[in-house]
């Protein structure tokens, strides 16, 4: 007897594509396990703080697999979200900076309430406009959390439905089949495309937004070391918000055990190596 493929859709499913190998991979799992897309949902939610190179990925994806992938971004609005594409995507933190505006405050490693609210929630805004992840259409939320990431699994295996909707079930088909990064990796090295940014151990040290303050503190310095210029966005958040000038409040640092970016900025090119090695990168939901 063939059990039921974990990847087999039983009912209106979103795919979250955070714009990472793994969850490409699930994706293309999803691709391969059905033969009735007809209930697929592919969602991106770009921060608009991307590396360059992952809306590439994002893109390319689409194009080759023929799959459809919605692309969203946040925006202060009745509607909250907009639908947007490759070529219209922002790059240069605007919706990030809009959400920032509106909050009157940074996020930080407590309160990362930029995870939630440039993509959990406006993916759940995206779907409500469709009809979906209501008690009358309820749906599945397939995340690429893998099997090598046993806290995140825990902790999604504990609260079932999304913090957003109680009628989107999360589910985890890469967890469910024992799914790490070494499998990822060997996919990746098979196709005749990929996301064009390093890995180290097969992690992507430069996805997601790209001077995210959950990142390490090395790799932070690495990368405004070898571009200064993606520092002058984080920079200039917090130096509005200290200032008063266009926000107001009082989250004026992304992170308060570390030096502004402003500072790191001004360090890098002389003392590189003052803060490296000081902490670890925090893992968040925005995932791989
Ligand atoms: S990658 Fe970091 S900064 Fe960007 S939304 Fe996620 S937690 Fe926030």
Same mark, same amino acid.
């Given at each position: 007897m063939h059990s039921i493929s974990p990847y087999k859709l039983s009912g209106p499913t979103v795919v979250s594509f955070s714009g990472g190998?793994?969850?490409?991979?699930?994706?293309?799992?999803?691709?391969?396990?059905?033969?009735?897309? %007809?209930?697929?949902?592919v969602a991106f939610a770009n921060t608009g703080k991307e590396h360059p190179a992952t809306l590439d990925f994002v893109q390319e994806c689409g194009e080759r697999w023929g799959v459809s992938i919605a692309w969203l971004e946040f925006r202060d609005d009745d509607a909250g979200f907009a639908v947007v594409h490759y070529a219209t995507a922002s790059r240069q933190g605007e919706p990030f900076e809009a959400l920032i505006r509106k909050r009157k405050y940074l996020p930080n490693p407590v309160t990362r309430f930029c995870t939630i609210d440039l993509k959990i929630r406006i993916i759940h805004k995206y779907l409500r406009s469709l009809g979906l992840s209501t008690e009358e259409a309820p749906v599945d939320m397939m995340?690429?959390?893998?099997?090598?990431?046993?806290?995140?699994?825990?902790?999604?295996?504990?609260?079932?439905?999304?913090?957003? %909707?109680?009628?989107?079930?999360?589910?985890?088909?890469?967890?469910?089949?024992?799914?790490?990064?070494?499998?990822v990796t060997d996919f990746w090295t098979n196709q005749p495309f990929d996301l064009m940014l390093t890995t180290v151990n097969g992690r992507t040290l430069e996805g997601n937004c790209d001077l995210c303050f959950l990142k390490g503190a090395k790799q932070i310095y690495s990368i405004i070391a070898s571009d200064r210029p993606k520092a002058f966005w984080w920079a200039r958040m917090e130096s509005e918000v200290i200032s008063g000038g266009k926000f107001t409040g009082d989250g004026d640092r992304f992170r308060f055990d570390r030096p502004s970016y402003q500072q790191m900025i001004d360090y890098s090119d002389t003392q590189f190596d003052m803060f490296a090695d000081h902490d670890e990168a925090i893992a968040c939901f925005c995932g791989d």
């Open positions: 190998r793994t969850s490409a991979y699930m994706l293309r799992q999803v691709l391969d396990n059905n033969d009735d897309l %007809s209930d697929l949902v995340t690429g959390i893998r099997a090598d990431e046993p806290l995140r699994v825990a902790k999604i295996r504990a609260r079932k439905s999304t913090s957003e %909707s109680k009628w989107a079930s999360m589910v985890m088909p890469l967890a469910d089949t024992g799914i790490g990064v070494q499998d």
